[in-house]
């Protein structure tokens, strides 16, 4: 088949790379043409070659990134899948993000991600592309450029890492790490222990080995019908990684010979099925705020309208906790992977998914799952359960609601370690920010016991940009060392899918916002979460909230004057801020819009539906 993108001999076709071409024609687009073939052909390629369909790889390899390490061997797989289905390989970089290096948070180069992999996508004359990643926000940023770009796209994750090993006890990235420092912490660990487990926590290259965000993203994609089962959980070290990226690379020459667009793939029903996944793994409560990302990208306005925080809860409802992994449980991604993965998993929630969604194979998903072969595993160790024996009975994550989080607030019920918390009233004890709590949390006179809530304000995504990981906020000291290991704790925040405890996230608005109730939250308040009923709310009358409210606005309007520049807060100061921030400040939606940028999504101003 001749690449329609090389024939001289044809009008350029109206498609997506057609319009590229013009837009970037050097005045006539037939010579646009013959001037692209000049440069490619500087890299050694025959017509022959440049005849095939291309495949695009999207190589995020970086020596920061050690989720990533074996990506050039995965390139080398995909390139063999595709040459030897007849297409052409050709892989390029985006940015890379690792978790640890990714200042100040990973999440706030994830819109930025996004829009370097949707915009590379466009420009460049693929026919289908592979998109490699797989620490947290790699995969997320993938879809959400790739759906906007609408080309078909496969993705490829790059596996979990094996667990390591302490004293005979199997320990990995990131669970251990936390539940391990919160013991040095208590100082029931010592420096020597804690330096030894240091060495084993991330023992491999591949992804957080645990039920963190990548492992939950990876398992979210094969609910939305996008990666083949395995594809989520084959350890980043394996020869199965290979064997998947060889056929991801033919899958690849398929799915454009077959014009499978994300954009008509996705539906409702694929997201209902993703969401069901979600619950059953007890994922990251990362995940939906990423989900909501991806589905404020899709050109369907009635999907979009459908697809909210409410859904989220709703398919929680009816949903069981069957996936046995840190952080809810006790096992790792190997265990789940030798245990049958996703096919299995899937089989057990047979009758709650839609088995009629497409799957990048052209297949649906009942159809994949009839035709894979299935080899049954004896239950022990128990990993996934049976449908009738969950490890909880219902929503893991959960959607709260009430006079503190109008457009919504997220918990991760299941990895609560005090199941009483989840019906709870106590005084507020809040910090303004995380410097404050530095500042403040382990001081020996802070007046706060086990009942208190602690109150974490301003790490929303205008507050502190990328809403960090900061939501697990630690046990004050000096309770810890009494043995309470858990607590009612809130913010605006995010918190790591590798992390556990009662903890509420993604309140919104956010406190940064003059309008927010969280804002105004002072020491004393008492705060109800009561997850059976799905609120949270604080026992102030409306009166006393609008007071304080207009307060706090009249504050922040006075902060305009230019001398008081230096105690603006964020939400003022964005106005004048140069760069990448001052685009992320002004433009980012809450979390229950996924913390896209206003500009990229599908209703957006500028936006594809726009082209
Ligand atoms: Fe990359 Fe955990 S740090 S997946
Ligand atoms: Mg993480």
Redo the contacts with the bound molecule.
């Keep these: 088949p001749i690449n329609p993108d090389y024939d001289l001999t044809k009008p350029i076709p109206p498609d997506a790379n057609g319009l590229r071409q013009s837009l970037t024609s050097y005045g006539d687009a037939h010579f646009s043409l013959f001037l692209r073939k000049v440069f490619i052909k500087a890299l050694g390629y025959s017509e022959d070659a440049l005849s095939r369909p291309i495949i695009g790889i999207v190589n995020t390899y970086s020596s920061f990134n050690?989720?990533h390490a074996n990506i050039p061997q995965l390139i080398d797989a995909v390139k063999r899948g595709v040459q030897l289905n007849g297409g052409l390989a050709i892989d390029f970089p985006t940015i890379s993000i690792?978790?640890?290096f990714s200042s100040p948070t990973s999440m706030y180069l994830r819109n930025l991600m996004s829009m370097d992999t949707e915009e590379m996508i466009a420009a460049q004359p693929c026919d289908a592309v592979v998109l490699i990643g797989?620490?947290?926000k790699t995969t997320p940023a993938q879809l959400m450029g790739g759906l906007s770009a609408n080309k078909p796209i496969l993705h490829l994750v790059t596996g979990p890492m094996m667990p390591g090993s302490h004293k005979g006890v199997r320990i990995g990235?990131?669970t251990d790490c936390r539940n391990n420092w919160a013991a040095y912490r208590a100082g029931t660990i010592d420096i020597e222990d804690i330096s030894a487990i240091n060495d084993e926590l991330a023992p491999t290259a591949g992804?957080?080995g645990v039920m963190?965000?990548?492992s939950t993203m990876a398992c979210t994609l094969v609910g939305l019908g996008l990666m083949p089962f395995a594809g989520a959980t084959a350890p980043a070290v394996s020869s199965s990684r290979l064997r998947i990226a060889e056929a991801t690379g033919a899958n690849a020459v398929a799915a454009f010979q077959k014009d499978i667009r994300p954009q008509g793939l996705l539906t409702q029903e694929s997201f209902e099925n993703a969401i069901t996944v979600l619950q059953a793994i007890g994922g990251s409560t990362n995940a939906i705020v990423h989900l909501m990302a991806i589905v404020g990208r899709h050109w369907d306005s009635e999907l979009v309208r459908n697809i909210d925080l409410k859904k989220v809860d709703e398919i929680g409802c009816k949903t069981p906790l069957l996936v046995d992994l840190k952080p809810s449980g006790d096992n790792y991604m190997t265990d789940f992977h030798n245990s049958g993965g996703m096919l299995a998993l899937l089989r057990e929630l047979k009758h709650l998914l839609h088995l009629d969604a497409k799957t990048i194979s052209g297949r649906t998903l009942g159809e994949e799952m009839d035709n894979t072969r299935f080899i049954e595993v004896p239950r022990s160790p128990n990993v996934i359960r049976p449908y009738d024996d969950p490890l909880y009975p219902a929503s893991s994550l959960v959607v709260l609601r009430g006079n503190l989080a109008p457009g919504g607030a997220i918990m991760k019920a299941s990895a609560s370690k005090w199941k009483n918390l989840l019906s709870h009233s106590g005084p507020a004890v809040v910090f303004s920010g995380s410097a404050d709590m530095a500042k403040r949390l382990d001081d020996p006179d802070l007046d706060v016991t086990e009942n208190s809530v602690l109150v974490l304000q301003n790490i929303g995504p205008v507050g502190n940009p990328g809403m960090p990981e900061a939501g697990m906020i630690p046990i004050p000291r000096k309770l810890a060392s009494r043995g309470v290991l858990d607590m009612l704790r809130i913010s605006d925040g995010r918190m790591s899918g590798?992390a556990g405890g009662s903890i509420v996230l993604h309140i919104s608005p956010e406190a940064a916002d003059p309008n927010s109730a969280l804002g105004i939250i002072r020491d004393g308040d008492i705060i109800t979460c009561d997850v059976n009923n799905r609120i949270l709310r604080v026992e102030l009358s409306d009166e006393e909230m609008s007071r304080r409210i207009s307060q706090r606005r009249e504050a922040v309007e006075n902060s305009r004057d230019p001398k008081t520049i230096g105690a603006q807060p964020s939400w003022v100061r964005r106005e004048k801020m140069r760069g990448y921030r001052g685009l992320y400040m002004r433009n980012v939606l809450q979390a229950q819009r996924g913390a896209d940028f206003d500009f990229l999504t599908a209703d957006g101003p500028g936006s594809s539906l726009d082209l």
């Design positions: 050690p989720c690792h978790e640890s797989g620490c947290d990235a990131c992804t957080c963190g965000t990548a590798t």
